[in-house]
């Protein structure tokens, strides 16, 4: 049996406003379970795609699917909604938040409040991180914590934002050689491991 088919790009064609064009006529598709790498020199127009995929560049030509149907990604809220979880090569934390607390506001954007309940937030934190085996204190300061760290919080985040798609730009350029075999082992991991709805509080 073949496998399900979750992203088709098709024909993407993407020119910058100074006449650059970043993606030529671009054909990429995942299916369930897989982990793809993009490969491609400086300035080769990967992080272009991604954007694009993420729904914060707009492509002039081409169309995107996501689980089969065909979709407009215009704006990142929308790639989330479609459950695509994007982690930057520059974080988007606030540092002087708990990683618990940066996991709960992106949970917050998008599926119900948890917030100012301390307890909750912990809990709920330390439980899906404890579910993806990231082994991480998750009372600790993002500015107190290393890059890896850092990485792995971005990842929950998205994953408790719903995702079910994850694009990781460049995911080691910031690591060191452990913290990558870390984090290869553990996206290996992903593919069995859904998160179970009872992770998520009743709101
Ligand atoms: N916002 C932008 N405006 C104009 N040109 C851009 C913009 N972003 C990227 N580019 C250009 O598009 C090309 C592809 O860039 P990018 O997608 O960042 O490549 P990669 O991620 O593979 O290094 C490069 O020539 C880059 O200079
Ligand atoms: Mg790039």
Known sequence: MSKKEV????????????????????????????????IGENGAGKSTLMKI????ETPEEGELYVQGEKVTIDSPKKAIQLGIGMVHQHFMLVEP??????????????????LMDYKKVNSFAEDFAKHYEFNINVKSRIEDVSVGVKQKTEILKALVRGAKILILDEPTAVLTPQETRELFEQLNGFETKDTPSSLFPIN
């Open 53 to 56: 995929l993420f729904g914060m």
């Open 97 to 114: 938040l708990t990683i618990a607390e940066n996991i709960a506001l992106g949970y917050e954007q998008t599926k119900g409040k948890i």
């Open 7 to 38: 992203l088709r790009a098709a024909n993407i064609l993407k020119v910058y406003p100074n006449g650059i064009v970043a993606n030529k006529k671009v054909n990429f598709s995942v299916c369930e379970g897989e982990i793809h790498a993009l």
